[in-house]
C-alpha cells in the first residue's frame, strides 16, 4: 500500500491512509480520549503532551502516523507506523531489531469500536511491513490494552518476551509477527 493510497475492510466503511497536518490536533485529542479512559493505565503526564502532539512523530525518519477515516469523514482510528525500527522510540531492545517495523499508539474512538478499526489499522501496517520487504513487525503493549492482544494474537502475533521492558513501574509487553 503506498503511503496515499486508500485501503478499506470488510465490515467497515473506514479508509485508511497517511494523516493530513490539518488532523494532528484531532488525532492527539482521540489518543488521549482513549488512553486515559483505560482503566487503571497510570497518568503520566509526558506520555499524554506526547499523544497530544502526535503529530511531532512524522517529523521522524520512517515514520508515519496513519488513520481510518470514515465515509462522513470522521477520524475513527489512528496508529504510528514506523518502516524502521531505529525511528520507533520505545524502550528495551526494539529499537536494535534488523529487518523490522513496528508500530505504536494504536487507538480506536469509542464511537467506532466493533466496528474493525482496530484490524484496519493492523492490516495496514502489516501490509506497510512487506512492502517495505521487513521480515518482522514488532508492536508493544500493557496489561491495560489486553483486549487488543487477543486480536493480535489472531493476526498472528506472538508473545516475546525478549522485547519487553519497564517504563517506570508499567510493565511492557512485546510481541511479534514474523513475515516471511
Not at 488512553?35 to 499523544?51: D, I
Not at 482510528?77 to 525511528?87: K, Q, R
Not at 521492558?165 to 516471511?180: A, H, I, K, N, T
Request: aromatic share 10%.
Amino acid at each position: 500500500m503506498t503511503k496515499d493510497r486508500l485501503k478499506k475492510v470488510q465490515n467497515t466503511s473506514s479508509f485508511v491512509r497517511n494523516a493530513r497536518s490539518q488532523e494532528f490536533r484531532a488525532i492527539g485529542r482521540l489518543m488521549v480520549d482513549v488512553y486515559s479512559r483505560l482503566e487503571g493505565f497510570p497518568q503520566q503526564p509526558e506520555y499524554f503532551a506526547m499523544l497530544e502532539n502526535i503529530g511531532e512523530v512524522t517529523k521522524k525518519l520512517h515514520t508515519e502516523l496513519i488513520v481510518a477515516v470514515s465515509a462522513e469523514g470522521n477520524i475513527d482510528g489512528a496508529v504510528v507506523y514506523f518502516s524502521d525500527m531505529s525511528s520507533y522510540g520505545s524502550g528495551g531492545s526494539a529499537t536494535a531489531e534488523k529487518n523490522a517495523s513496528g508500530f505504536r499508539l494504536l487507538a480506536v474512538a469509542p464511537e467506532a469500536r466493533g466496528k474493525g478499526i482496530g484490524r484496519l489499522l493492523t492490516d495496514a501496517c502489516i501490509s506497510k511491513a512487506r512492502e517495505d520487504k521487513n521480515e518482522q513487525l514488532i508492536i508493544h503493549s500493557t496489561e491495560f490494552m489486553k483486549v487488543a492482544w487477543e486480536m493480535y494474537e489472531r493476526m498472528g502475533f506472538r508473545r516475546s518476551e525478549d522485547l519487553d521492558f519497564m517504563q517506570g513501574e508499567l510493565p511492557v509487553f512485546g510481541f511479534r509477527l514474523l513475515l516471511q
